[in-house]
């Protein structure tokens, strides 16, 4: 069957299940939309191509299938840069399609022409420049299959305008590609190695991270610390991966992790790390990361190994094969921890965790940022979905919004991505249109993306935002205030739009809170109506995110705030 | 730990970009790339890398696995602990000026350089040899006057696989 190449690129996204595509259109990708006018494909027409991105992003992280945007040439190309690398420093499968002018104009500066894939070379796992028409059905394939395999993220494919209006034979059976997969080889010895350590360890810690997210390994690694007593701590991106209700969960670790983490990372004597990378924002400075303990690290990528934080022991594969062998290691060979030496090593934990507990003065005259999540968290039960923006939202987020189940808190960790909350609260709620999916937003952060609004209000994509609005770059001042002197050197946001007369103007509703009283009233009122809400929430305006690591200082050494915080 | 010269033997699919992908691999990560010597295999589909860069074993350990991260990338092998054969060429261009002229030719036979192009102006040598040989040579090049040099990157094979 002979068919043109805007053709093909529906056809193939049908073989690879795709029901969604967030875009934009533009001259360069006409053929494709002129395709999608007649298919069964939904389209998400998003008010700008980061949005676009990011909507892609949220689909995948939530649903763990791959996301797909379309954009055009030149400026609709560039603008998908920050998603792209947003999604590829947090290991997200999506396929970003943009359109190109014709192959015989690439290289001429022609009209809209931008070499897209040399500018994303440095920020996708891999990039594609189509060439012809015959190449593109196996390179649509292959982009698919990249995206999802392996350590995931994104994939770029360029569609240079003629190559979708060239015809060619589409026989989707005989697409032959390379592949990529990762087979699991079980390595017994280093489970025999894991178990030595584990047997002579008195203080072992978990330490969990997107990679058990990404690797759908949650269960496996929650079954061995329930079994074997062992207290978990994880990084931002791990948040969910291990139920944030258990007793064993010690939150996050980290420059805004709690107390007890931080405190428990530094004191342990075992430490399985697994899906994570050992990000500064994590490790403090490195000469004193966990030096006590011996590492165990378990990550499917080899690079993630040994690049930050040198490991005794390290396990390259799959995190969830990986935890199996684990597991049936240990029953195996019945191992037993002492119950006196794990008693006393979470009584010291329980006595960090009185000492310091994760806490903030509240107040009955003004909002504090922290309460509206706390009581959030409370009325839901925790059962939504969450995306964040950045800033001390995120932090406050992380922290008081326990999350029990993977694919629950959806946040841009590696890049710090200001303005992707809303964009992809809309991919999740997308994916899930019965659940309810809130962005927890700062007001400038949330001004970066904010014409997703109209998106939202078109489809009827109903989602909540719950604004945390101080007037300020909150993370910015924070840091201007311990570290600067209090000089709030352009970091003040007073100057905003009333943000309940945007929401109406954008037609969704909008809902605002002055008091403590207020708050719960409003989430609930929010939560319950069948619309996109924005909930603009007048918290108090200096609040910090403690505890704080200094940068460059060690974990165990946090600033913990005022004093009447601690018992 | 001690840093030395180690050669890396990288076999990728031969696509448009893959020296771009792994150049700028390595330069976004602040790894120096010594010398760089590509071309196709015996299978057109493939090509072979042969690169050279001064670390430490941590620093290529970690080269190694951020290029083996690379979808083009089929194989990273570190050829310095290995058996194996190194060879460099130059292309040296030397002017016969009358006082140099006896010199040059002596010197030529003396140590067996290959001579690809000779006239009355100018000679063109062409000298192969390990990094060590190679060396040498431009020692005595030197004082007979280089008016222009071409010197390949290394390439290396190994003894036995
Ligand atoms: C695109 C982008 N630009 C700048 C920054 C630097 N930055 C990090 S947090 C922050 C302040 C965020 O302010 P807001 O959204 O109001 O959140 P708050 O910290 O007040 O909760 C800034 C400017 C960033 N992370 N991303
Ligand atoms: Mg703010």
């Known amino acids: 069957m002979k068919l043109k190449g805007s053709q093909i690129l529906l056809k193939m996204l049908e073989e690879e299940k795709v029901d969604i595509i967030f875009g934009y259109p533009g001259g360069s990708v006409l053929d494709i939309y002129d395709q999608l006018y007649k298919s069964k494909i939904k389209h998400i027409l998003v008010r700008h191509e980061q949005g676009a991105v990011h909507a892609a992003d949220g689909y995948a992280r939530a649903t763990g299938k791959v996301g797909v945007c379309l954009v055009t040439s030149g400026p609709g190309a560039t603008n998908t840069v920050t ?13 970003v399609f943009t359109g190109q002018v014709p192959t015989g104009l690439i290289g001429n500066d022609a009209f809209q022409e931008s070499d897209i894939t040399g500018i994303t070379r440095p920020c996708t796992k891999h990039n594609f420049l189509v060439r012809s028409v015959e190449e593109l059905a196996s390179t649509i394939k292959e982009a698919f299959h990249i995206a999802r395999s392996g350590r995931p993220g994104p994939v770029l494919v360029d569609l240079p305008k003629n190559v979708m209006a060239a015809e060619t034979e589409y026989d989707p059976a005989t697409i032959k590609i390379r592949n990529y997969d990762v087979f699991h080889k079980s390595a017994p010895k280093k489970m025999a190695q894991v178990l030595e350590m584990l047997s002579h360890a008195k203080k072992p810690l978990i330490m969990t991270g997107g990679g058990v997210i990404l690797g759908k390994a949650a269960a496996e690694l929650t079954a061995i610390a329930r079994k074997y007593q062992i207290p978990v701590t994880g990084t931002l991106m791990g948040l969910g991966s291990f139920p944030g209700t258990d007793p064993l969960w010690l939150g996050m670790l980290g420059m805004h992790g709690t107390f007890y983490a931080n405190m428990a990372v530094s004191h342990c004597d075992f430490l399985l790390a697994v899906g994570v990378r050992f990000d500064d924002r994590v490790t403090g400075t490195i000469e004193t990361f966990a030096t006590n303990a011996q590492i165990v690290q378990i990550d499917i990528d080899p690079s993630s190994i040994n690049r930050n934080v040198v490991v005794e022991l390290p396990i390259i594969g799959e995190t969830k094969a990986t935890l199996k062998d684990l597991i049936k290691f240990l029953a195996e060979h019945n191992y037993t921890p002492s119950s006196s030496e794990r008693k006393e090593w979470m009584q010291q934990i329980a006595d ?42 995120q932090m406050w987020t992380a922290q008081f919004f326990h999350f029990d189940k993977p694919n629950s808190f959806i946040s841009s960790g ?23 999916v809130v962005d927890i937003a700062g007001d400038g952060s949330i001004q970066m993306n904010i014409q997703e609004l109209a998106t939202a209000a078109q489809y009827n994509i109903a989602v909540k935002i719950v604004l945390l609005n101080n007037g300020f770059l909150g993370m910015v001042r924070q840091w201007q205030e311990l570290f600067y002197e209090k000089r709030y050197s352009f970091t003040d946001m007073t100057y905003a739009p009333d943000f309940v007369k945007l929401a109406e103007a954008y037609g969704i509703v909008g809902l605002r809170a002055t008091k403590p009283q207020e708050v719960e009233s409003t989430l609930r009122q929010g939560l319950s109506i069948d619309k996109p809400v924005l909930m603009d929430f007048q918290v108090s305006r200096e609040e910090c995110v403690y505890p704080m690591v200094r940068p460059g200082e060690s974990i165990s050494e946090m600033e913990l705030g005022t004093r009447e915080m601690i018992n | 730990m001690e840093k030395k010269e180690h050669i890396i033997s990288i076999l990728v699919y031969n696509k448009p970009d893959v020296l771009a992908r792994i150049a700028g691999t390595l330069g976004g990560k602040g ?131």
């Open chain 1, 83 to 95: 998603g792209i690398a947003t999604a590829n420093m947090d290991s997200i499968p999506i396929v």
């Open chain 1, 352 to 393: 960090w965790r009185e000492k310091v507990p994760l806490t903030y003065c509240q107040n009955e005259k003004i909002i504090k940022p922290q309460y509206v999540i706390e009581t959030l968290h409370k009325i839901t039960k925790g059962d939504i979905i969450v995306t964040t923006e950045v800033g001390q939202n």
């Open chain 1, 414 to 436: 590696g890049l710090g991505t200001m303005g992707y909350g809303l964009p992809a609260a809309i991919g999740v709620k997308c994916a899930f249109p019965d659940k309810q």
């Open chain 2, 31 to 161: 790894y120096n790339i010594e010398s760089l010597c590509v071309n196709t295999t015996t299978q057109y589909e493939i090509s072979k890398i042969v690169m050279t860069s001064i670390g430490n074993q941590t620093t290529i350990s970690r080269i190694e696995s951020q290029l083996q991260r690379l979808v083009d990338v089929i194989s990273v092998d570190d050829l310095t602990n290995v058996e194996s054969v190194h060879r460099e060429m130059i292309l040296v261009r030397l002017n016969l000026a009358e006082d140099k002229k006896e010199q040059i030719k002596k010197a030529v036979d003396v140590n067996h350089w290959k001579v690809i192009v000779s006239n009355d102006n100018y000679v063109i040598l062409e000298i192969t040899g390990d990094k060590a040989q190679i060396d040498l040579a431009l020692a005595r090049l030197e004082p007979l006057g280089i008016v222009d040099i071409t010197r390949t990157g290394l390439v290396a094979l190994e003894l036995k696989s």
